[in-house]
């Protein structure tokens, strides 16, 4: 019979890290008072530390990255509409 893996929400796994941050109990205490394997306590407590940042502010190379990309769709986009645009005036001259 196949198991499915427990998943945890984001609080509990902040709150976990959290702890795990603060080093008032070893990783092996954390683990048993928890119920969560060691090696996962360690996993979101490096998470934490790396997205860290993020909470006061995006990183300011993804967000010029995630622009650019908005920019080339919506310059698709706009490419697209005139073309379809044109089609449609060209289909209503005829008519008229």
Known sequence: ??????????????????????GEETIAELAIRFEVHPTQINKWKKELI???????????SK???D???LINQLYQQIGQLKVEKDFLEKGLSRWT
């Not at 019979?1 to 603060?22: G, I, N």
């Open 63 to 65: 967000k010029s990255k």
């Open 1 to 22: 019979m196949k198991q499915t893996r427990r998943q945890y929400s984001p609080d509990f796994k902040a709150r976990v890290a959290m702890e795990a941050l603060k």
């Open 50 to 60: 790396k997205g860290a940042a993020n909470i006061f502010g995006t990183d300011p």
């Open 67 to 69: 622009d650019k990309n």
